[in-house]
C-alpha cells in the first residue's frame, strides 16, 4: 500500500517517527515535494480565508498528494504531544477540515494524539491504525517504537547546530554542512513549520548565514534550560510550541554569545499574536525584531529587514566602527 505524508506543519518534527512506523508495516511512504509557489496557490484556493498561512499551505500539499495514486493519506489529529500540554485547535479539525474542503480527498488515515493527561488513547489508535496493514499486533508495536528510536536519533543531530527539518534531511541520507564562518549568532524563533519551510519563512535561515550570521533555533538549546526560562513567566504556558518560545526567547535574552533575536510570525495566528506579545515585552537585553509574514509577504521587504538589523547588530557590536551611543 502507498500512504502519503503532506510536507507541511507537523512533517517538520514528526516525519521519522511516521515513516519508519508505516515502512515497517510495509507500506511504501510518498511525501509531496517541498512547498512551492503551486503549493501556496492550490492551498489558497481550496482553505478557508481565517485560516494561517501554514494552515493553508498544507491544503496545497495535500491537493498536490491527491493527484498521485495513493491508497491514503496520513493526517493525524494532533491534540496534545506532551502531559497537561496542548497543540493549537486548528490541528485537531484538520482532518475534518480538509474531509469538508476538498471532494478529491482520498481516503484519510486519521491517527489522533492526545496525551494530555495518559497516553492509553494513542496506544489504542496505533494499532487501530496499524491494523490496516496487519493483524500482528506485536509488529505494530514493535513498528511504533522502531519510529519513536528514529525520531530521538534525529533530534540528536539538533544538538550539532542543525534544525529539525535539516536533521530529518540528514536523517534521510542527505550531507549538509554548517559554515564555519560567522560574526554574529542571532536566535530565530517561530513555529518550525513556518521558520523551517523554504516558502513560508522566505528562506530566512539560509538568508541569514549567507549574512554570515550563526542561527540559533529552539531545538540547538538545552531543553531543560528551556523549561525552567519558560517558567519564569507567572502563568504557565499550556501551548507546547508556545511554551517552547517563551523558554527559548528567555534563554537567548540571559545568554551573552547571543547578538539578537528574531520572531517569526504568522499573519492570522492567534496563538503567535499573544506569544509573540510576551516574548516582546520580556526581551530586556537583546535587539528582538518581529517579523509577521502571509501569503503576500514580499521577498525584497524581508532581505531589507534582515540586511538592517545584522547592520544595526555589527555596529553595535562596534564591529563596523565605534559605539556611538544614540543618547550622544
Ligand atoms: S499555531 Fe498559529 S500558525 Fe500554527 S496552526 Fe495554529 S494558527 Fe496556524
Redesign the pocket.
Known amino acids: 500500500m502507498r500512504v502519503g505524508i503532506p510536507k507541511g506543519l507537523f512533517y517538520h518534527y514528526y516525519f521519522p517517527l511516521w515513516k519508519t512506523f508505516f515502512q515497517d508495516l510495509g507500506a511504501e511512504v510518498v511525501t509531496s515535494a517541498a512547498t512551492n509557489r503551486r503549493t501556496v496557490e492550490r492551498g489558497i484556493e481550496s482553505a478557508v480565508d481565517e485560516a494561517?498561512f501554514?494552515?493553508k499551505v498544507y491544503y496545497g500539499h495535500v491537493r498536490e498528494l491527491c493527484r498521485q495514486k495513493l491508497d491514503y493519506i496520513f493526517i493525524p489529529r494532533l491534540v496534545s504531544v506532551e502531559y497537561r500540554s496542548y497543540i493549537?485547535p486548528?490541528?485537531m479539525g484538520l482532518p475534518d477540515m480538509l474531509k469538508a474542503g476538498l471532494p478529491e480527498l482520498l481516503p484519510v488515515i486519521e491517527l489522533t494524539v492526545d496525551v494530555s493527561k495518559n497516553d492509553r488513547q494513542l496506544k489504542q489508535d496505533i494499532i487501530r491504525v496499524g491494523k490496516i496493514f496487519t493483524n500482528n499486533k506485536n509488529q505494530i508495536n514493535r513498528a511504533y517504537q522502531h519510529g519513536l528510536d528514529e525520531l530521538s536519533k534525529c533530534k540528536n543531530l539538533c544538538r550539532e547546530g542543525y534544525n529539525i527539518s535539516e536533521a530529518i534531511q540528514i536523517w534521510e541520507g542527505e550531507q549538509l554542512e554548517l559554515s564555519p564562518n560567522y560574526d554574529l549568532n542571532i536566535g530565530v524563533l517561530g513555529?518550525g513549520y513556518?521558520l523551517y519551510d523554504h516558502t513560508i519563512s522566505m528562506n530566512i535561515i539560509e538568508r541569514l548565514r549567507k549574512m554570515d550570521c550563526r542561527v540559533f533555533v529552539a531545538e540547538t538549546l538545552d531543553q531543560e534550560e528551556i523549561e525552567r526560562q519558560a517558567a519564569q513567566i507567572p502563568k504557565k504556558v499550556f501551548w507546547t510550541l508556545g511554551r517552547m518560545m517563551v523558554g527559548s526567547a528567555l534563554y537567548m535574552d540571559s545568554h551573552d554569545q547571543f547578538d539578537g533575536i528574531i520572531y517569526l510570525a504568522?499573519f492570522?495566528?492567534?496563538?503567535?499574536s499573544m506569544i509573540g506579545e510576551v516574548i516582546e515585552r520580556k526581551v530586556k537585553n537583546k535587539p528582538f525584531m518581529f517579523i509577521t509574514i502571509d501569503e503576500h509577504t514580499g521577498e525584497a521587504g524581508m532581505v531589507t529587514r534582515l540586511e538592517a538589523f545584522c547592520d544595526m547588530l555589527r555596529r553595535r557590536a562596534g564591529k563596523y566602527e565605534d559605539y556611538i551611543s544614540s543618547y550622544g
Do not use: E, R, T, V
Open positions: 494561517c501554514p494552515i493549537c486548528k490541528f513555529h513556518s504568522c492570522g495566528c492567534g496563538p503567535d
